[in-house]
């Protein structure tokens, strides 16, 4: 059974940082892109980053490029999302999600969530 566990998410202010950690089991990463997303009050969930091993590659949406680095730890089986210079646009429920790739291509039906963790940026 693929399970999703997130922690990391806080209150902080506008300029901060937090680091959100994924907890997979249930599969590693050689069989599925994992990644974040996102979902503001009265927003549609979007794609923060997506990282799949397979390939090397990391996706990152345009409004978070230079300020959010995504990063794992494979012996932990663990996805960590470094977020610096925090927004108060940034403000939202992060997800992990597995697989990321295909979420994106297909639809957030067709993956693993984990619960969701929030984060608030105070300006």
């Known amino acids: 059974e693929v399970q999703l566990v997130e922690s990391g998410g806080a209150l902080v202010q506008a300029g901060g940082s937090l680091r959100l950690s994924c907890a997979a089991s249930?599969?590693?990463?050689?069989?599925?892109?994992i990644g974040w997303f996102r979902q503001a009050p009265e927003k549609e969930r979007e794609a923060v980053s997506c990282f799949a091993k397979m390939d090397n590659t990391t996706y990152y949406t345009d409004s978070v490029k230079g300020r959010f680095t995504m990063s794992s730890d494979n012996a932990k089986n663990t996805v960590y999302l470094q977020m610096n210079s925090l927004k108060p646009e940034d403000t939202a429920v992060y997800y992990c999600a597995a697989d990321c790739r295909l979420i994106r291509l297909a639809g957030r039906n067709f993956g693993n969530w984990g619960q969701g963790t929030q984060v608030t940026v105070s300006s």
């Open positions: 249930g599969f590693t990463f050689d069989d599925y892109a």
